[in-house]
């Protein structure tokens, strides 16, 4: 092997353990940390964040990636593709100065902290200069990328989030989906308006029982605590490194379905993670295969397998046991019509599968405006009302429901929000095909038995690993190109069916 | 201020910082992480510890140094003790190469993971070899140092944990302390043969009312709760860093009090980080000032004052109300004689005020012994049972609770057992001082308030940081020169009073 390509390994390697230390400091932060440790784990954070661009940006580096695309005959299919990534994640490190790293990581975590407490008090005004300097100061990165990718500004930040993802390809799809969905949720509201509303089991749910159900559900999926925890954080995510996995969801003593899907929800992800090719563990090739991606396989399992019928029919005891549950809210098809209830609302995070994408277009339109500098800081919160007004009929009542109410902005996360729609649409179409191609699937979900379904996943998308483009993957998996229309499917037939 | 010692401090502040990540994921750890995740953490830390390696063994480093030497007449009195401590660090760092590092590093990650299970096995056999290889790379790493610091490989390990600290000024300290001991356990034992043994209260002691209770002592000492937190591990520590600091206990339901005792003693070392000078946070003339000097800090709360006559009298209500305790075994003076109980043992982490000593002289011989090359690892567990025999009358069944009971040497951590009886003997040394110069720190005491005595402890020690040598902080704290006579008269004062 070329002696350039295995100093490359060693150095991505490093990269790679220093972001999976990244990885346990941020899960600490949101789930352990006292409120006085956030400005010494911001300095900690920070430096690492330095550390790492050094082994990037580092000279030599470049021209070890010369020397090892000169003698690229020499390498396999995996290795090219691997000297690929690492070309990519130098493209991206080398585009911007150590200097607007270190500004714009302190404007984040300024901008983060202030955010919480403004959102508090609902008040925009106090962390809107803070949020004008991190839109400054990511226009500014995103503008060194965007010579380097040669794409625009707002593209070099999508690019982050998923390799070659450009706002041109998104625009048709999300206007396809946009105008299919106004007329969608009027259909399906219209369609229920003659049913009595699903009445959710009522009660009071111990946080205890919850954990307790949740982690004999991520069992089941197939979740190995011996590699990996379930605790409690504000916003429920899926932190720590591969081989020790960190979960969170958040519990409401009065509603258990919120917690427990997003216990399978963030599963699903930890799913993947796990699923990734072992041999290629710290390479850039080994690595899940973008935020779309990624997002694809949290909602194959909580929207596409863990809301259906099969896998409710199955729950519903489960959920009863748990609860000590009686009565008719508690029988499957009740516990199915709560899980798919359709109510367009102001707050993306309680919105359901039918309205969520909505949420997410309005925000792809303002984040590429606040980039391009079409849309001022201060003009977002009547831009979002408008947004809100004219995507979901709905009008939140403050800024705090407003604009204000997803962190991703205030911690400089942009380009990262079109990943939550896109991954919904991509697990339509990967869902789709594997039940046609593994007639077991649905029956498996069925008896509580997710092997059929993740065995499918496992071979045809986590294996893959970085090796091949995002819609390559999903083509290879599906057969067909990246599209709307098997999304709009499984809502048909889910919704109106 | 010259520009090189400047361009120094920014760089030892980043080796700090990444030295704090790094104290947060070894808490993680030993207090979050599920088995499976050890393999992925040991390859986190190892990279942190190369990346901080780097930046001190870096050629230009050295450079700086001797540029801020030559104008050192720029800078104060705490910036020349800066720099020297700069030096210092250097030497330690720039004497081992890193291959040698990563080497040790890895040695002691498997080694200490062996263990574990061969320990519970009580398999000294099967943790042999392991042991072997960390003496023989710690005597590689232990010599490289020696040239540079002009001292004996054990000492170059010494002075790691205990700045300028060498065996042959320890060696006569121990000697007098192991002969008093010899005589005073048994004067001790003698005396109190006509007495009934105390009685401890018996009953089960929940882990939710314990913690309660150490979190109500911890808050009284000075603790702050938005820097820090309360958790269980295997063997209590203090861990996180000065911002956020992560204590830990562990629990027994039958017997509250070791736990507690754990929370005052791990206490003490958290206000000691919390009361060094602000200051020069991040560079070395502001950390502490090595072992011994922590574990003064943590035996002056644990044993000096807390296990004192007045400060047991103001517990013994407390201690009533946490766990509903009633009777004549609740009462103060009991309570007080079973915090005081002298039994000499076979188990270091067992052993009260009086035999502890014993324990760790045993290991300062038979470590120093290793490291030079005089005793051989094969020969270690019959080492100690003759060691223990003739220091504390007492022989371990087995060598799970003979020499595989501290994880100290099996994780590579040889040089630092003597701190903590160095420390025991500074604590008595301090606190006398500390009485003696202000008056109320027993009265407060008597009525749980620690601040006369913390407020001593900050003026005389925590706000030294490095300033000062170890033994010259002593000095300028109690007058006098360190020495076993203060801990003689405590002995004496509590034990045959």
Chains 1, 2 share one sequence.
Request: hydrophobic content about 40%; overall charge negative.
């Amino acid at each position: 092997m070329a002696a350039a390509y295995e100093e490359l390994e060693t150095r991505f390697r490093r990269h790679s353990v220093l972001r999976d230390a990244m990885a346990v400091l941020r899960w600490d932060s949101a789930v352990m940390m006292p409120t006085g440790g956030a400005g010494a784990r911001g300095d900690q954070l920070a430096e690492l964040a330095l550390v790492r661009h050094g082994i990037l940006a580092d000279a030599g580096l470049a021209e070890l990636l010369d020397a090892a695309e000169g003698d690229a005959g020499e390498l396999d299919g995996w290795q090219r593709a691997n000297l690929a990534e690492m070309r990519r994640c130098w493209r991206h490190a080398s585009a911007v100065p150590a200097d607007l790293i270190r500004t714009l990581g302190e404007a984040r975590f300024t901008c983060e902290v202030v955010w919480r407490t403004a959102r508090a008090d609902d008040d925009f005004a106090a962390v809107r200069p803070h949020l004008e300097r991190v839109v400054r100061l990511t226009r500014e990165s995103a503008e060194a990328k965007s010579g380097a990718l040669d794409c625009t500004p707002y593209d070099a930040l999508l690019d982050v989030h998923d390799p070659g993802s450009r706002a041109a390809g998104i625009e048709p799809i999300f206007d396809e989906l946009s105008s299919f969905l106004t007329d969608f949720i009027g259909e399906v509201v219209e369609s229920r308006s003659g049913e009595p509303p699903p009445s959710p089991p009522r009660g009071r749910f111990p946080v205890d029982a919850q954990r307790r159900l949740g982690e004999r559900l991520m069992r089941r999926l197939g979740f190995d605590f011996d590699h990996g925890r379930l605790d409690t954080s504000h916003h429920p995510f899926n932190g720590g490194v591969r081989e020790d996995q960190r979960l969170t969801t958040r519990y409401d003593e009065r509603d258990f379905t919120s917690g427990l899907m997003a216990v399978l929800h963030e599963t699903g992800h930890a799913l993947y993670e796990k699923g990734l090719p072992a041999k290629w563990r710290h390479q850039p090739v080994g690595a899940s295969r973008g935020m779309s991606m990624h997002e694809s396989q949290s909602l194959i399992f909580e929207m596409q397998a863990c809301r259906g019928d099969a896998f409710i029919r199955w729950l519903a005891p489960l959920v009863r046991e748990a609860f000590g549950g009686e009565g008719d809210e508690w029988r499957a098809d009740n516990l199915a019509r709560v899980c798919r209830r359709v109510r367009p609302g102001p707050v993306r995070v309680d919105a359901d599968e039918v309205t969520y994408p909505a949420h997410v277009i309005l925000r792809f339109h303002l984040e590429r405006a606040l980039i391009a500098g079409d849309l001022k800081v201060a003009d977002l919160p009547d831009a979002w009302r408008e947004g809100m007004r004219r995507g979901l009929g709905v009008e939140p009542r403050d800024d705090r429901d407003g604009c204000m109410q997803d962190i991703h902005w205030f911690d400089g996360g942009f380009g990262y929000f079109p990943a939550y729609a896109l991954g919904a649409i991509a697990a339509a179409q990967l869902f789709a095909a594997a039940r046609e191609s593994e007639a077991d699937i649905v029956p498996g979900l069925e008896r509580g038995d997710f092997e059929p379904l993740l065995s499918w996943l496992r071979t045809n998308v986590h294996e893959c690993g970085s090796r091949y483009a995002p819609r390559e993957i999903l083509i290879r998996a599906t057969g067909r190109s990246f599209d709307v229309d098997g999304f709009k499917d499984h809502l048909r037939a889910r919704y109106l069916g």
